[in-house]
């Protein structure tokens, strides 16, 4: 199962690569070097396809848990000052994606999304501190009775070049459901209240819609 966001890319991908192929055999007589660019090729085309996977996941629905939003490694937990929405200190989570991580980003909480936002910015390597400011990124708001206001916020990296958002204010969505797609490698970062009960730690591998990152009571 491939993300909707892959589609056009994957299509190109692999039209420009027939192209070559086709191109190398009318004009490369020289075998091994076919073999070797059509090889070249079926590899290329494989992580393009792996890079735009989809993967089911059965989210487990829970108003008083944070789940995690990505595929990834967790990098960073501190608390930091959160000066765009909450404005005072948060307890912020980090979860950084390779190139050959799943990248589809999921609602970490069940809600009405009550502020979705784009930034243009710089495109930094996604582990840098000031990424989180200064990168291309979105920052989402979602609130429920039980968890109260979760803020998230998709960040590129040296490779994203886009940043994809569903997330609209206003709109009621469910835990584990999709709300964008980063495209290569990036990071999402969570912001939750001073006091909350973290279920990860640094450098523990998660997975989005189904690993467990907080409990708020």
Do not use: C
Request: overall charge positive; hydrophobic content about 45%; aromatic content about 10%.
């Amino acid at each position: 199962m491939f993300h909707k966001e892959g589609y056009k890319i994957m299509g190109t991908a692999m039209i420009l690569l027939i192209i070559v192929n086709l191109l190398a055999q009318t004009f490369i007589f020289t075998y091994w070097i076919r073999v070797v660019i059509l090889i070249g090729s079926i590899v290329l085309f494989f992580l393009v396809l792996q890079f735009f996977r989809n993967p089911k996941r059965n989210t487990v629905v829970n108003t008083k848990h944070v789940i995690a939003p990505v595929d990834g490694k967790v990098v960073v937990i501190e608390e930091v000052y959160e000066k765009e929405y909450f404005k005072d200190k948060r307890l912020m989570v980090s979860v950084f994606m390779s190139p050959i991580n799943v990248h589809v980003t999921r609602h970490p909480i069940g809600g009405i999304v009550k502020y979705s936002k784009y930034h243009p910015g710089k495109y930094l390597v996604a582990w840098h501190p000031k990424a989180s400011e200064e990168n291309e990124r979105t920052t989402v708001v979602v609130e429920n009775d039980s968890t109260g206001e979760i803020l998230y916020r998709q960040i590129a990296g040296a490779l994203a070049k886009r940043i994809v958002n569903y997330a609209k204010e206003g709109e009621e969505v469910v835990q584990g459901s999709d709300s964008g797609f980063i495209k290569f490698g990036s990071r999402v970062d969570v912001f939750l209240p001073l006091g909350t009960e973290l279920e990860v730690k640094l450098n523990q591998k998660v997975k989005g819609g189904i690993s467990l990152i907080a409990k708020v009571s």
